[in-house]
């Protein structure tokens, strides 16, 4: 497997490694073999995905005799919801007579969180990889062991701490992906730049049009980098005990307002909200002397050059208040928000006057 470049999870007996390559599933049977995490695969995706990737799929398991079965939901962030949660363990119940059943996330994010969350409760706890198929999920949400669901009130509400045994990275698997979802995972990789490795950020600064236009090597390096960074986090801190995993919210707790105040619709990307969210963050802390305009200007002339939003249009900022209130960060009725001191380097902050969150996402929604 001398292609795949190796980035390891340690965590003791949930330890995994995070596989990283062009084009290389085709080593996924050796891999699975290795792991003996069952005799029967049941792949978690959405039609658009099954489509496109059954094929390369299947035909590796096939090669050593593993059974397989497609369990479909809907191509939206709703697909993490109560419903499609009780739904896909009873069609798994079905598929479980005298198996070896582990599920495969074939997807992003949302079929990533869904997958990983029914894997933990299904029999409490069965085993479970990550295939990430947007660049967004490759960097962030296929690592780390958060899987959740959200509730009407909030992003993520319904939820655990549970680690895949594998992820699997093919950037082959991105070909498929429109610009702004491009962008969406980008912004994440923004994020890993802003909280612990300015030479990313400033890498992202010089080479982000080779991102977009998925430059095998540029994609190789940036997605090793971030995943080096989350794993070197989740190790360190698994279940956010320590407060060291808290850095990786970074952007999300208005970003996450954002996203549940608009419905959970395709009005804004997860990566778009979250860019948002970097954005007021930073404001935030430039209000409070936290980091310089230097800094402020640094994140907002890269998040604007790149194609994501440092404003948004026409939100309702009750809505966002309201959600942000529902956000899981807040401590005993204080508010915690991961703010910069410089590109490279953040801390957290509680109990920020509300006053002021609200001044700074109100200066940033454009009227049309």
Same mark, same amino acid.
């Given at each position: 497997m001398k292609d795949l470049k190796r980035v390891a999870v340690n965590l003791k007996e949930r330890s995994y490694d995070i596989l990283i390559g062009f084009n290389q599933l085709d080593y996924l049977p050796k891999i699975l073999k290795e792991l003996d995490i069952g005799n029967?695969?049941?792949?978690?995706?959405?039609?658009?995905?099954?489509?496109?990737?059954?094929?390369?799929?299947?035909?590796?398991?096939?090669?050593?005799?593993?059974?397989?079965?497609?369990?479909?939901v809907p191509d939206s962030e709703k697909s993490k919801s109560i419903k499609y949660l009780i739904s896909t363990i009873s069609k798994i119940s079905k598929l479980?007579?005298?198996?070896?059943?582990?599920?495969?996330?074939?997807?992003?994010?949302?079929?990533g969180d869904l997958a990983g969350f029914v894997a933990s409760i299904y029999k409490r706890g069965i085993p479970y990889i990550q295939i990430p198929t947007t660049l967004l999920a490759q960097v962030d949400s296929s690592i780390g062991g958060k899987v959740a669901v959200d509730l009407d009130c909030g992003k993520n509400l319904l939820g655990a701490f549970y680690q895949p045994r594998l992820v699997f990275s093919d950037i082959s698997l991105l070909s498929s992906l429109n610009q702004r979802q491009i962008l969406s995972g980008l912004s994440e990789?923004?994020?890993?730049?802003?909280?612990? %490795?300015?030479?990313?950020?400033? !890498? +992202?600064?010089?080479?982000?049009? $080779? =991102?977009?236009?998925? %430059?095998?090597?540029?994609?190789? !390096? +940036?997605?090793?980098?971030?995943? $080096? =960074?989350k794993a070197r986090i989740v190790s360190d801190d698994e279940k956010e005990q320590k407060g060291m995993r808290t850095i990786l919210?970074?952007?999300?707790?208005?970003?996450?307002?954002?996203?549940?105040?608009?419905?959970y619709s395709k009005r804004y990307t997860h990566g778009e909200a979250i860019a948002f969210g970097m954005v007021c963050a930073t404001d935030l802390?430039?209000?409070l002397?936290?980091?310089?305009?230097?800094?402020?200007?640094?994140?907002?002339?890269?998040i604007s050059r790149v194609g994501l939003p440092v404003h948004i249009k026409n939100p309702s900022?009750?809505?966002?208040?309201?959600?942000?209130?529902?956000?899981?960060?807040?401590i005993?009725?204080?508010?915690?928000?991961?703010?910069?001191?410089?590109?490279?380097?953040?801390d957290i902050f509680e109990d920020i006057p509300e006053d002021r969150i609200k001044e700074v996402i109100k200066r940033r929604i454009k009227r049309k």
């Open positions: 029967y695969a049941v792949i978690i995706t959405n039609p658009k995905i099954k489509k496109l990737l059954q094929d390369k799929i299947t035909r590796p398991l096939k090669k050593i005799s593993l059974g397989s079965n497609f369990i479909q479980d007579i005298k198996k070896r059943i582990f599920i495969i996330a074939l997807g992003g994010g949302v079929i990789i923004i994020k890993y730049g802003v909280i612990s %490795d300015k030479e990313l950020f400033d !890498y +992202i600064k010089h080479n982000y049009y $080779k =991102i977009l236009e998925l %430059d095998e090597k540029v994609l190789i !390096y +940036i997605i090793s980098q971030s995943a $080096k =960074i919210n970074f952007g999300h707790t208005i970003g996450h307002a954002i996203e549940a105040a608009s419905g802390a430039h209000s002397n936290i980091c310089s305009s230097k800094t402020l200007s640094q994140l907002e002339s890269l900022l009750s809505r966002i208040m309201k959600a942000y209130l529902h956000d899981k960060k807040f005993s009725g204080k508010n915690r928000f991961v703010l910069p001191l410089k590109i490279g380097k953040v």
